[in-house]
């Protein structure tokens, strides 16, 4: 069994038994730590020492530090803790017995891999403070952080689903990049409600509503004695293709959470350590709802059940409102101070709606540039006026919200399906055929907003 050290710096960690007796280097201050003694019953390491994580075995730059994606706690690479392999050491004492350990890295393979204590090779990495998993790139290329909200019911869920699978077809067609998983377990919901969506043989499916509690959306740890629960974040990489290598790779973080968590009056701590990606975030998107606007149903003549329902009906501005007065205290911004990140309003479910604006929207606004295809910046912008003319007219409240308190503004048409739902006769729920689902402009919010975060 491995046998745990300690060190007088605070660092702990267990070592192979093949160890006993001697002293090794510490991980975290370089000291030398001396191991108890013990019979040796493990095979010796593929390379014996003890060294901080992988240095000796670094080919690329690392970053100065990492910040990660679920607590926000920022650390050097060098305190990455390695998740172990072994079935024998599950148990970790911040996520629970179910749960692969946690540890400082003290043994490596010859290409620098983590070994557990039974010499598995751990590839999985995760942060000192909750124990959440971190990609492997945020050692060397800082995330754009982009934050999905908006009222209960409102849809997000339907257009994250939409937005990643059109973003799959579309990067590599016009834009020279793949966008693909950066860690498959983190995006198993929001690769399920794709393939529910766009990849299922069913002729009726629906999405089930994000939750506050629980479910696959949210991960529950214990620091210090205490719960914090924090949103799971969907984390993708935007990797150049081969035929484009002048682009550099981006890594993508998307967080999504339940309307109430926004709910004006409801904040608590659990709620303020859920939505605290919104202030770390390079850009937001804000999805509003017209069928839960009661001004602007009344401009809508459509046979959409959804224009039935008198129950989920929102005034979404005071959401809005709430979600840039916690954004200003968490910031510490001034009276009157604005944010500066890009907000982008993504006025959804445009298939019923579209008829009100002046001209017809393109199939994706996008032109010839450089070496293949970029946003058209100017169709983006006339669509954005529109847009945000149709909203002051019926809902000016809407745009006061946003302008108040974002310094940059745009507005955006989209429908994650294209089409209305249809009532299941069983259950007298609302889903969608699959065969039916044909998405509007559901990856351009995302895009305009990655291209301003960028700056340009």
Same mark, same amino acid.
């Given at each position: 069994?491995?046998?745990?050290?300690?060190?007088?710096?605070?660092?702990?960690?267990?070592?192979?038994?093949?160890?006993?007796?001697?002293?090794?280097?510490?991980?975290?201050?370089?000291?030398? =730590?001396?191991?108890?003694?013990? !019979?040796?019953?493990?095979?010796?390491? $593929?390379?014996?020492?003890?060294?901080?994580?992988?240095?000796?075995?670094?080919?690329?730059v690392?970053?100065d530090?990492?910040?990660?994606?679920?607590?926000?706690?920022?650390?050097?690479?060098? *305190?990455?803790?390695?998740?172990?392999?072994?079935? #024998?050491?599950?148990?970790d004492?911040?996520?629970?017995?179910?749960?692969?350990?946690?540890?400082?890295?003290?043994?490596?393979?010859?290409?620098?891999?983590?070994?557990?204590?039974?010499?598995?090779?751990?590839?999985?990495?995760?942060?000192?403070?909750?124990?959440?998993? $971190?990609?492997?790139?945020?050692?060397?290329?800082?995330?754009?952080?982009?934050?999905?909200?908006?009222?209960?019911?409102?849809?997000?869920?339907?257009?994250?689903?939409?937005?990643?699978?059109?973003?799959?077809?579309?990067?590599?067609?016009?834009?020279? /990049?793949?966008?693909?998983?950066a860690?498959?377990?983190?995006?198993l %919901?929001?690769?399920?409600? #794709? /393939?529910?969506?766009?990849?299922?043989?069913?002729?009726?499916?629906?999405? *089930?509503?994000?939750q506050?509690?629980?479910?696959?959306l949210?991960?529950? =740890?214990?620091?210090?004695?205490?719960?914090?629960?924090?949103? &799971?974040?969907?984390?993708?990489?935007?990797?150049?293709?081969?035929?484009?290598?002048?682009?550099?790779?981006?890594?993508l973080i998307?967080?999504?959470n339940?309307?109430?968590?926004?709910?004006?009056?409801?904040?608590?701590?659990e709620?303020?350590?859920?939505?605290?990606h919104?202030?770390?975030? %390079?850009?937001?998107?804000?999805?509003? *709802?017209?069928?839960? *606007?009661?001004?602007?149903? &009344?401009?809508?003549?459509?046979?959409?059940?959804?224009?039935q329902?008198?129950?989920?009906?929102?005034?979404?501005a005071?959401?809005?409102?709430?979600?840039?007065?916690?954004?200003?205290?968490?910031?510490?911004?001034?009276?009157?101070?604005?944010?500066?990140?890009?907000?982008?309003?993504?006025?959804?479910?445009?298939?019923?709606?579209?008829?009100?604006?002046?001209?017809?929207?393109?199939?994706?606004?996008?032109?010839?540039?450089?070496?293949?295809? #970029?946003?058209?910046?100017?169709?983006?912008? /006339?669509?954005?006026?529109?847009?945000?003319?149709?909203?002051? #007219?019926?809902?000016?409240?809407?745009?006061? !919200?946003?302008?108040?308190?974002w310094?940059?503004?745009?507005?955006?048409?989209?429908?994650?399906?294209?089409?209305?739902?249809?009532?299941?006769? !069983?259950?007298g729920?609302?889903?969608?055929?699959?065969?039916?689902?044909?998405?509007?402009?559901?990856?351009?919010?995302?895009?305009?907003?990655?291209?301003?975060?960028?700056?340009?």
């Open positions: 069994m491995p046998i745990p050290i300690s060190c007088p710096c605070g660092m702990t960690a267990k070592v192979k038994e093949s160890y006993a007796g001697k002293r090794v280097k510490c991980p975290q201050c370089g000291g030398g =730590v001396a191991v108890p003694d013990a !019979a040796p019953s493990l095979p010796e390491p $593929v390379l014996e020492r003890v060294d901080n994580l992988f240095n000796g075995c670094r080919t690329t690392w970053l530090q990492i910040q990660c994606p679920h607590c926000w706690e920022k650390f050097p690479p060098t *305190d990455l803790l390695a998740v172990a392999e072994a079935e #024998e050491l599950r148990g004492p911040v996520l629970g017995d179910d749960e692969f350990l946690r540890f400082p890295p003290v043994h490596f393979s010859l290409d620098g891999i983590p070994l557990d204590g039974h010499g598995n090779r751990c590839r999985q990495l995760a942060c000192p403070r909750c124990h959440l998993p $971190v990609p492997r790139a945020f050692m060397t290329t800082a995330p754009t952080i982009i934050s999905l909200v908006g009222a209960a019911g409102s849809g997000k869920s339907y257009l994250l689903a939409a937005m990643t699978h059109s973003l799959r077809r579309s990067l590599p067609r016009y834009f020279g /990049r793949g966008f693909n998983d860690d498959t377990v983190s995006n %919901a929001l690769g399920e409600y #794709e /393939r529910r969506l766009f990849r299922s043989a069913d002729n009726f499916v629906l999405l *089930d509503k994000t506050q509690v629980g479910g696959d949210y991960r529950e =740890v214990i620091i210090d004695e205490m719960p914090y629960r924090y949103p &799971r974040p969907f984390l993708f990489a935007l990797a150049p293709m081969a035929a484009n290598t002048a682009l550099k790779p981006q890594t998307l967080y999504d339940a309307g109430e968590s926004f709910q004006p009056g409801e904040a608590k701590r709620d303020e350590t859920v939505t605290t919104t202030v770390n975030s %390079a850009a937001m998107l804000f999805l509003f *709802d017209p069928t839960q *606007d009661v001004d602007l149903r &009344r401009r809508l003549n459509s046979n959409d059940p959804q224009l329902n008198t129950k989920n009906v929102y005034h979404q005071l959401i809005l409102n709430e979600i840039a007065l916690r954004m200003k205290n968490l910031l510490g911004l001034k009276a009157g101070q604005r944010h500066r990140q890009p907000l982008v309003v993504v006025v959804a479910k445009c298939d019923i709606w579209q008829n009100l604006l002046p001209a017809a929207l393109t199939a994706l606004p996008v032109k010839t540039g450089g070496d293949g295809y #970029e946003l058209d910046a100017a169709e983006l912008e /006339r669509v954005s006026a529109a847009t945000r003319n149709l909203l002051n #007219e019926s809902c000016p409240d809407v745009v006061a !919200a946003a302008e108040s308190a310094a940059t503004v745009k507005y955006v048409p989209a429908s994650a399906t294209g089409c209305s739902p249809q009532r299941d006769a !069983a259950t729920a609302l889903g969608f055929n699959p065969q039916n689902i044909k998405p509007i402009w559901a990856e351009i919010p995302l895009l305009w907003a990655i291209k301003m975060a960028n700056g340009k």
